[in-house]
């Protein structure tokens, strides 16, 4: 019997694995893949995620992996004004200078191999149920990589399996909620022109209220796409990739899509959005990463929040099982941690969102940027948290763009 069984070892799932270990828990990771594989995303990793890096002592190996070092952030208009945030970290050195975009296929499988070294793994083990002793969680049922049912004993189940997660729809949490979930596409390229260390992010007409984004992926490859809430697609009469054709094949950037060629069809996925709390714990299990909604909803991004669940799951986990207490009152403190960590800043990335479907005020804020130095080092404190960001979604900062 394990302590933990963890499901799904994506960057929550791996994260998790090393967090415990360190901890001296005996867990065993779980993933119905085989690494390297895929997995569909922008590929950027935040400063938050290049933090916890850090903290897993990581970060010296995660400099050494295929892809590109980012040292700022291009922000692009509707009107096609744009400006340069630089990453600079903050006074207290902190805050990371410099963050990566790195294929997903070889960031995880770098995450996971770390994982492996010191956590029983299992590849190919796809799980179907949720076993029960009486009323309380004993494992997973599921198939193994030969085809062969087994039955994997633990009090403690960690479901990091994805927006679709098994372990969520098995025990209840389940829930397509279209208010709160985007859709975006990603395609690789080669050949696009003006790539260099920055990662853009374009709020054009085309795709309005979503983004479309222009990250180097290292080797002369760019990740593209675009992302918009699940309702706006819904009602748009474009395909996503109509949308994302539309937006290369523009007047705007149609010359640095001149030689470009893509490297595969367009590929979609769902984003379960950070823009409420939900209810990720119960008797004996805890929801991480994209199974719990974390993703930040102006971003787009949540491999550095499922790192934040990682950690205070494994302590949560040791505490339950220390005091022999694996029961939803002994894990709501897994819930009451997270938030604490990552509610304010979701939901400030709520309240962006929601100005994002504005034009005008897009434009306002990047056209003066473009022109203002003061107004650009204003964002960029707000980016690397010298600034509280939540000033983001303030009047004030509305003022203080006009009269800078």
Same mark, same amino acid.
């Given at each position: ?8 070892? $994506?960057?929550? $799932? ?53 892809? +590109? ?44 191999? *770390?994982?492996?070294? @010191? ?11 949720? @076993? ?6 004993? $494992? ?6 030969? /085809? ?10 960690? /479901? ?7 372990? !969520? ?24 022109? /003006? ?54 094949? +523009? ?15 367009? @590929? ?42 990682? *950690?205070?799951? !494994?302590?949560? !986990? ?32 709520? *309240? ?5 479907? +504005? ?46």
């Amino acid at each position: 019997m394990y302590d933990v069984i963890i499901v799904g070892a $994506g960057p929550a $799932g791996s994260a998790a694995a090393l967090y415990a270990h360190r901890l001296g828990l005996n867990c065993i990771l779980l993933d119905k893949a085989v690494f390297p594989r895929d997995k569909i995303c922008g590929d950027a990793l935040s400063g938050k995620s290049v933090r916890l890096m850090r903290e897993l002592d990581l970060l010296d190996g995660l400099e050494q992996l295929e892809g +590109s070092e980012i040292n700022r952030i291009t922000f692009g208009s509707p009107s096609h004004s744009q400006f340069d945030v630089y990453l600079k970290g903050n006074k207290n050195n902190d805050h990371i200078k410099k963050g990566y975009v790195i294929p997903r296929k070889i960031f995880d499988n770098f995450l996971f191999e *770390k994982a492996d070294k @010191v956590t029983e793994t299992r590849q190919g083990f796809t799980v179907s149920d949720i @076993v029960y002793q009486g009323n309380a969680i004993s $494992g997973v049922r599921g198939t193994n990589n030969e /085809g062969h049912e087994e039955i994997l004993e633990a009090p403690i189940i960690m /479901g990091c399996d994805g927006a679709n997660s098994i372990v !969520a729809r098995k025990l209840g949490l389940y829930e397509m909620d279209m208010e709160n979930t985007a859709v975006a596409i990603r395609c690789y390229y080669e050949g696009v022109e /003006g790539l260099s260390d920055q990662i853009e992010l374009h709020y054009v007409d085309e795709v309005k209220p979503g983004y479309f984004w222009l990250f180097p992926a290292g080797e002369g490859k760019a990740n593209i796409g675009i992302g918009l809430s699940k309702n706006d697609a819904k009602k748009d009469d474009r395909t996503l990739r109509q949308i994302m054709d539309e937006i290369v094949q +523009s007047d705007y950037f149609r010359s640095r899509f001149g030689n470009a060629h893509p490297l595969e069809k367009p @590929v979609g996925w769902n984003l379960p959005l950070g823009r409420i709390q939900r209810k990720n714990h119960g008797d004996g299990f805890m929801l991480l990463g994209d199974a719990a909604g974390l993703v930040d909803p102006f971003t787009g991004e949540g491999i550095g929040n499922a790192m934040v669940a990682a *950690k205070f799951a !494994a302590q949560v !986990a040791l505490k339950a099982k220390n005091n022999g207490d694996v029961s939803e009152k002994a894990f709501k403190e897994y819930d009451q941690l997270v938030w604490n960590e990552l509610g304010g800043e979701l939901r400030t990335s709520t *309240k962006l969102q929601s100005l994002a479907r +504005s034009s005008f005020l897009l434009n306002f804020v990047i056209d003066r940027a473009a022109r203002n130095e003061e107004v650009q080092d204003i964002i960029s404190g707000m980016l690397s948290n010298e600034i509280p960001k939540d000033e983001l979604s303030s009047p004030m900062f509305y003022l203080k763009i006009l009269f800078s």
